[in-house]
T-cell receptor, first 110, second 113 residues
Framework: GIQVEQSPPDLILQEGANSTLRCNFS?????LQWFHQNPWGQLINLFYIPSGTKQNGRLSATTVATERYSLLYISSSQTTDSGVYFC????????????FGTGTRLTIIP | DGGITQSPKYLFRKEGQNVTLSCEQNLNHDAMYWYRQDPGQGLRLIYY???????QKGDIAEGYSVSREKKESFPLTVTSAQKNPTAFYLC????????????FGPGTRLTVT
């Protein structure tokens, strides 16, 4: 099945800094999502982005499907951005299910 | 409000007991999913269902069972055959036929001692 790898595994930044999280996947995809897991465990949908670029406030994402990677950008980080960011993908050859990466743990220091 | 509810939030059981976790959605989604998350890990798929009265095993189905008698409900039973049941369990749903965006419930933390 499809492999999903995220980097870096951990990231510690000062409040106000910008960050880039990366997600590599091994097959062509027809579904790719970014989630933020808050300290209480809730997964919050950030982007549904199998291709192209989207922006939502301080967050934006780009998926380059032909090169099999997606990037999540966080600008002007706030302490509330802390948590774990997951990328999940479904292969074009898949069976209607997502495969999750192991996540990037982001810690924003005041 | 539309969304996915899971109950209870925390659940404690003795080893050897079966336990059922509830998942309800009012989003009118066709597909529902159960995932398991262990500390510091990603999510792994246990079972999923795309239509009432039908479901498929995910990557780690051993020791678990599900039912899908109603479109809105997809309960998960953790049986005594599951060797390491202590984990965080997340339920999700999405539209079909093409897999759309998945939405998650708040999760249930199960501790078995």
């Amino acid at each position: 099945g499809i492999q999903v790898e995220q980097s870096p595994p951990d990231l510690i930044l000062q409040e106000g800094a910008n960050s880039t999280l990366r997600c590599n996947f091994s097959d062509s995809v027809n579904n790719l999502q970014w989630f933020h897991q808050n300290p209480w465990g809730q997964l919050i949908n950030l982007f549904y982005i199998p291709s192209g670029t989207k922006q939502n406030g301080r967050l934006s994402a780009t998926t380059v499907a032909t090169e099999r990677y997606s990037l999540l950008y966080i600008s002007s980080s706030q302490t509330t951005d802390s948590g774990v960011y997951f990328c999940a993908a479904e292969s074009n050859f898949g069976n209607e299910k997502l495969t999750f990466g192991t996540g990037t743990r982001l810690t924003i220091i005041p | 409000d539309g969304g996915i509810t899971q109950s209870p939030k925390y659940l404690f059981r003795k080893e050897g007991q079966n336990v059922t976790l509830s998942c309800e959605q009012n989003l009118n989604h066709d597909a529902m999913y159960w995932y398991r998350q262990d500390p510091g890990q990603g999510l792994r798929l246990i079972y999923y269902s795309q239509i009432v009265n039908d479901f498929q095993k995910g990557d780690i189905a051993e020791g678990y069972s599900v039912s899908r008698e109603k479109k809105e409900s997809f309960p998960l039973t953790v049986t005594s055959a599951q060797k390491n049941p202590t984990a965080f369990y997340l339920c999700a749903s999405s539209r079909l036929p093409v897999l759309g965006e998945q939405y998650f419930g708040p999760g249930t933390r199960l501790t078995v001692t």
